[in-house]
């Protein structure tokens, strides 16, 4: 299907690694949104794209975390030093715009397990 | 503090029975949605509220807006198994981003057959 993808869908990893995570949003959507869930919490906002700019880093937990976004496409969440606190479920979602009426479409999500 | 609760947390009914989950702030949201999520996979968008009083139905799924726009709740008719999973309610802050959802932390559904 043409929905929003993310790689991998499991990454385990030793404490003190970097891990990098893959959103490919669904073509045309001009919006990428990074979000974490934690286990017993709801979607933390971690990050907002609009194109390859980013005007709203305000819920990256740490300066460890950081991501970026090329070609107004494919993003990447880079976390360096992980922490076993980083453990969670890191959800991707485009949407074709970024206003409030524009539905943002998840992916899979991808599973972090820091050992 | 979680801007958005979400009650009840966990909810386990028979196949047939009728449940409503609620959602409530202390803040006005100028819209609010429902997701259902399932294991392995991002959440799904089921209705976006944005009118005080405003009802919606999706088939066995009724959704309302408070009229104050600070609460919500869903209701299912005859809970059939395929409506387990996890429910979301997230919702923009007047005044707040337009682009930003605030999530509660979610209702997790067992239907048993």
């Known amino acids: 299907g043409a929905g929003v993808s993310q790689s991998p869908s499991n990454k385990v990893t030793e404490k003190g690694k970097d891990v990098e995570l893959r959103c490919d949003p669904i073509?045309?959507?001009?919006?990428l949104y990074w979000y974490r869930q934690s286990l017993g919490q709801g979607l933390e906002f971690l990050i907002y794209f609009q194109g390859n700019s980013a005007p709203d880093k305000s819920g990256l937990p740490s300066d460890r975390f950081s991501a970026e976004r090329t070609g107004g496409s494919v993003s990447t969440l880079t976390i360096q030093r992980t922490q076993q606190e980083d453990s969670a479920v890191y959800l991707c979602?485009?949407?074709?715009?970024?206003?409030?009426?524009?539905?943002?479409?998840f992916g899979p999500g991808t599973r972090l397990t820091v050992l | 503090t979680q801007l958005l609760e979400q009650s009840p947390q966990f909810l386990s009914i028979q196949e047939g029975e009728n449940l409503t989950v609620y959602c409530n702030s202390s803040?006005?949201?100028?819209?609010l949605q429902w997701y259902r999520q399932e294991p392995g996979e991002g959440p799904v968008l089921l209705v976006t509220v944005v009118t005080g009083g405003e009802v919606k139905k999706l088939k066995r799924l009724t959704f309302q807006f408070g009229d104050a726009r600070k609460d919500s709740s869903l209701h299912i008719t005859a809970a059939q198994p395929g409506d387990t999973g996890l429910y979301l309610c997230a919702g923009r802050i007047v005044g707040g981003s337009n682009y930003k959802l605030t999530f509660g932390k979610g209702t997790l559904l067992t239907v048993n057959p």
């Open positions: 803040s006005v949201f100028s819209s």
């Open positions: 979602a485009s949407s074709l715009a970024s206003g409030s009426l524009n539905e943002q479409f």
């Open positions: 073509s045309g959507h001009t919006a």
